[in-house]
T-cell receptor, first 112, second 119 residues
């Protein structure tokens, strides 16, 4: 598989629970981005990594959100104490030199 | 700060007629601009990208966009709509300055235009 893989595709959780999403990038892409898309809106930037270093975080990324990219390979996005406002599609994208962006299909989170 | 404004939230066209999706951008320099399409329950797909001096950019599936610096616009057009064009379309600006090979950087998406195609 040469695409960006995200897991799970869908997640339903109760308010207050913690959730973790995973993104597996295209192997030669050294930049990895997380975006959030709420219903009826365009995706919004959350954070990005170059290799294992997290270089920028949006103000949207509250203290309940944390992202990691150990060893510069896959990345995880964790949301602690989920709230109903966290319900959204979480998109991962990777970028390699001269390759441009490739988006994954996303993880749809529903907080009930 | 860079931003894009999509002037229409919904566009309805008849199959076989032209499609026009309007986008204005705001940037302190000449940015790279993109159009993406998102079909229901599908991922984001790049339609076209403007990063060079050529003002008319041709993309996939018969779409093209014209960059007009004087009007700060980057409108998307297609001469003849097909039923399969029904989707959400996003105008996007990036940190990358056009004409460079820098990283695209983070992308700033517009709110989207929902396109409906009627038979």
């Amino acid at each position: 598989d040469t695409g960006v893989s995200q897991d799970p595709r869908h997640k339903i959780t109760k308010r207050g629970q913690n959730v973790t999403f995973r993104c597996d990038p295209i192997s030669e892409h050294n930049r990895l981005y997380w975006y959030r898309q709420t219903l009826g809106q365009g995706p919004e930037f959350l954070t990005y990594f170059q290799n294992e270093a997290q270089l920028e975080k949006s103000r949207l990324l509250s203290d309940r959100f944390s992202a990691e990219r150990p060893k510069g390979s896959f990345s995880t996005l964790e949301i602690q104490r989920t709230e109903q406002g966290d319900s959204a599609m979480y998109l991962c994208a990777t970028e390699g030199l001269n390759y441009g962006y490739t988006f994954g299909s996303g993880t749809r989170l529903t907080v009930v | 700060a860079q931003s894009v404004t999509q002037l229409d939230s919904h566009v309805s066209v008849s199959e076989g007629t032209p499609v026009l999706l309007r986008c204005n951008y705001s940037s302190s320099y000449s940015p790279s601009l993109f159009w993406y399409v998102q079909h229901p329950n599908k991922g984001l797909q790049l339609l076209l990208k403007y990063t060079s001096a050529a003002t008319l950019v041709k993309g996939i599936n018969g779409f093209e966009a014209e960059f007009k610096k004087s009007e700060t616009s980057f409108h998307l057009t297609k001469p003849s709509a097909h039923m399969s064009d029904a989707a959400e379309y996003f105008c996007v600006v990036s940190d990358q300055k056009w004409g460079t090979t820098d990283s695209w950087g983070k992308l700033q998406f517009g709110a989207g235009t929902q396109v409906v195609v009627t038979p």
